[in-house]
């Protein structure tokens, strides 16, 4: 059975930082694409960034320059490295594998 088990968000500044992880247990991680989406409150999910099996990436408009997402495949993880964060970056972050979603992970960015 997969699970997906994000942590590292919180209540950050504006132009702030903040790395979130994904772990990843009961596929094997390393040949399959990992994405971040997240949703804001009454949006919808939307995808933040991917990345594939081989390290490929592609991120929305709204975060390129700003975030990165990365992954480390002996540790079964994916990361998200969100800087300059901005109060419109709020919302649940997830990690998705396939059709597997994790719980989220709140990220609130606000003065």
């Known amino acids: 059975q997969v699970q997906l088990v994000e942590s590292g968000g919180g209540l950050v500044q504006p132009g702030g930082s903040l790395r979130l992880s994904c772990t990843a247990s009961?596929?094997?991680?390393?040949?399959?694409?990992m994405g971040w989406y997240r949703q804001a409150p009454g949006e919808q999910r939307e995808l933040v960034a991917s990345?594939?099996?081989?390290?490929?990436?592609n991120y929305a408009d709204s975060v390129k320059d700003r975030f990165t997402i990365s992954r480390d495949n002996a540790k079964n993880t994916v990361y998200l490295q969100m800087n300059n964060l901005k109060p419109e970056d709020t919302a649940v972050y997830y990690c998705?594998?396939?059709?597997?979603w994790g719980q989220g992970t709140q990220v609130t960015v606000s003065s």
């Open positions: 998705k594998l396939r059709s597997n």
């Open positions: 990345i594939t099996s081989n390290g490929g990436t």
């Open positions: 009961g596929y094997i991680f390393r040949i399959y694409d």
